[in-house]
């Protein structure tokens, strides 16, 4: 029991992990569909 790890924290950690990864991916997808989609708003806009 010397050496015992401590787990105090360990579950904050793993939900600060998924929200990094969560983050992660929605910047990716509006990386990437950013231009398609002001694309079609502009098309709203100028078609009002």
């Known amino acids: 029991m010397l050496f015992a ?3 105090k924290g360990q579950g904050l950690v793993e939900y600060a ?3 990094v990864l969560v983050a992660v991916v929605v ?3 509006l ?3 950013g ?3 002001g694309q079609i708003f502009s098309n ?5």
């Open 5 to 7: 790890p401590k787990e």
């Open 27 to 29: 910047i990716v997808i």
């Open 35 to 37: 231009p398609a989609i």
């Open 44 to 48: 709203v806009v100028t078609s009002v």
């Open 31 to 33: 990386a990437l569909l």
């Open 17 to 19: 992990l998924i929200l």
